[in-house]
């Protein structure tokens, strides 16, 4: 290899995930370098941003729920220093968070969540239908009950997105407008990557942050690709006339049908209704089917959204991994480690993220809230010695 740039990190994907990791180890005093052609772009044009710990918690993901409720403790401190140190306003709201149930049936399995959530501590209220629609008048007169959460805030990722662009700028990182073509790996060891225009970019560590995309990097041996699929979601985005304000307070959620449908407002008149969720590979297209759901679903839910402006329909692929969880840290090759695997939780992350790799980066160790989401869970060698 002969690179023509050579840093201390190379971040592979200018994602969020990606972003915060290379600002935090430019603060971290390294040499930072990242390289995607569209940084900013990704499944973060396409999320709601609801930082939602608790009312997205699901069986057998209690472990997760340590990290994402760690995570959304330091979303306020976060979002104002990334908005000094960006000078770009991120969307951030503390509005809580309404799920709400429309029959019998989604009543007993928001009565199921709510007592997972007691057992594990968490704080939600139990409403009636007549509290739900106190606080939400918008709300269907046939709302049966609901979960009031305060905790569950929101951020736009769009914003979080430019602005992490900013930060990064600002803190000196390096960024490659161009695809990275392969990592290149010298003496069994990862030592930076050659973008697809021939240019071969050194470095000491290298982080894939690459989302759903990850899996795909050529150079990567096979004992360190990381095993994440595409997760197609689709959401639809409403404006809110002056006249119609305030629409909604907070995120509203419920399953309708068993089916997952939110909606969430922003101060700037925009409603967000998402979002599907599809095991259909690479597809992005935005079809009838998947808005038709959505606006259905979100209409048992607020009849009123028929009277809003539709603005955009949009899919993006969120990268799942084999337990839903994050990969954090160190993989089988050494100077290789990983960013990626977030799922639905890629936004509430991000704060923890940028953490946990900075201080592994800086001292070559997994901080130990991070330690259950480590790659090598997935190794084909510990699966074999623990067998």
Request: aromatic share 4%.
């Amino acid at each position: 290899m002969h690179p023509e740039h050579s840093s201390d990190v190379l971040v592979v994907g200018g994602g969020i995930i990606g972003l915060v990791t290379a600002w935090r180890a430019a603060q971290h005093g390294l040499a930072t370098a990242l390289a995607d052609p569209s940084p900013g772009g990704g499944a973060a044009q396409v999320a709601a941003g609801m930082l939602a710990a608790v009312t997205e918690l699901h069986y057998g993901e209690e472990t997760l729920l340590g990290l994402n409720l760690a995570s959304a403790a330091r979303y306020p401190d976060f979002a104002a220093e990334l908005e000094e140190a960006s000078g770009q306003e991120t969307g951030y709201r503390s509005c809580g968070t309404l799920a709400v149930a429309l029959d019998a049936d989604d009543r007993a399995h928001l009565k199921e969540l709510h007592a997972l959530q007691q057992r594990c501590g968490l704080g939600s209220e139990w409403l009636t239908g007549r509290e739900c629609r106190r606080l939400e008048p918008m709300l269907a007169p046939g709302v049966r009950g609901g979960l009031r959460v305060d905790g569950d805030h929101q951020i736009d990722p769009r914003r979080l997105a430019k602005a992490l662009v900013a930060a990064c700028e600002r803190a000196g990182v390096t960024v490659h407008r161009t695809r990275v073509d392969r990592l290149a790996v010298v003496r069994d060891r990862a030592a930076g990557a050659v973008l697809a225009d021939g240019t071969e970019l050194a470095a000491d560590q290298v982080v894939l942050a690459a989302g759903s995309l990850s899996g795909r990097l050529s150079g990567v041996p096979e004992e360190a690709v990381p095993p994440v699929r595409p997760v197609k979601g689709q959401v639809v985005r409403l404006t809110v006339p002056p006249a119609y304000a305030p629409f909604l307070s907070r995120t509203v959620r419920a399953v309708v049908r068993g089916s997952h449908v939110y909606l969430v407002p922003r101060e700037n008149g925009e409603l967000v209704v998402g979002a599907t969720s599809e095991e259909l590979g690479w597809d992005t297209t935005v079809t009838a089917g998947g808005v038709y759901q959505l606006l259905r679903d979100a209409h048992e839910l607020v009849p009123g959204i028929t009277e809003l402006t539709l603005t955009e329909t949009r899919a993006g692929l969120r990268p799942g991994s084999p337990d839903n969880a994050p990969l954090l840290g160190p993989t089988e090759l050494p100077g290789l480690m990983l960013a990626t695997g977030h799922y639905r939780n890629g936004v509430l992350l991000t704060p923890i993220t940028g953490d946990v790799l900075a201080h592994t980066l800086v001292t070559g160790e997994l901080p130990e809230e991070a330690r259950p989401f480590t790659p090598r869970r997935f190794s084909p060698v510990r699966q074999e010695s623990s067998a």
